[in-house]
């Protein structure tokens, strides 16, 4: 099976925000960025399933690609919990200090740890690839993307940051 994982366009939100799970809106620039997005529809057959975060950044790109889309919780970005939508700079430095310096074990407050992400994310990867299709389009967040490719990759997740993702990236692999 071919997995095509794309990340969602460029959010409309403040430089310096911390977000994961935060539901936010797209930026005014999402019909110009969708334009080389939507090109990989054009060798599509009917084998293809698509899958999207339930966010609206990654809902609105999906629905621009199929009127079929199964919505999966699993492939939400890094839940960041009491630290959603704070400045980075205002959260407190200890902890940001103890989540920084082991960010795939420690969970942030009231949140999750890369690594919960990447069991979620492992998971689902392991499920669909039981399906019989050609192909899987998910639409999705850096924090999965990065997730899965360590997965595909066998490398391990504290280099997973190495993988420089820009909003719209698509990565392809087969499994």
Same mark, same amino acid.
Request: with cysteine; glycine share 4%.
């Given at each position: 099976?071919? &997995? &095509?994982? $794309? ?6 939100? @403040? ?11 797209? @930026? ?8 080389? &997005? ?10 293809? $399933?698509?899958?999207? %975060?339930? /966010? ?5 790109? @999906?629905?621009?690609? %199929?009127?079929?889309? *199964?919505? !999966? ?9 009491? #630290?959603? /939508?704070?400045? #980075? *700079? !205002? ?6 200090? $103890? #989540?920084?310096?082991?960010? +795939?074990? +420690?969970?942030?407050?009231? =949140?999750?740890?890369?690594? !919960? ?5 492992? +998971?689902? /990867? ?16 850096? =924090? +999965?993307?990065? %997730?899965? #490719? ?6 391990? /997740? ?9 909003? =719209?990236?698509? $990565?392809?692999?087969?499994?």
């Amino acid at each position: 099976m071919e &997995i &095509i994982l $794309i990340r969602h366009t460029t959010p409309n939100i @403040a430089k310096g925000i911390c977000y994961g799970q935060a539901d936010i809106p797209l @930026a005014d620039t999402f019909a110009e960025e969708i334009i080389p &997005i939507l090109k990989i529809n054009e060798l599509n057959s009917s084998n293809t $399933i698509y899958y999207s %975060s339930p /966010l609206q950044r990654c809902k609105l790109l @999906a629905q621009k690609l %199929s009127d079929t889309i *199964n919505f !999966d919780n699993r492939l939400k970005e890094l839940d960041f919990g009491d #630290w959603e /939508l704070k400045k #980075w *700079n !205002d959260i407190n430095k200890n902890e940001l200090d $103890i #989540w920084m310096n082991d960010f +795939v074990n +420690v969970s942030t407050t009231n =949140g999750e740890s890369y690594l !919960d992400l990447h069991n979620r994310t492992v +998971v689902f /990867l392991n499920e669909i690839k039981l399906l019989e299709k050609e192909k899987a389009i998910i639409v999705t967040h850096a =924090g +999965v993307i990065r %997730s899965l #490719w360590s997965y595909i990759n066998n490398s391990p /997740l504290e280099k997973s940051f190495d993988l420089k993702l820009d909003y =719209g990236h698509i $990565i392809k692999f087969t499994v």
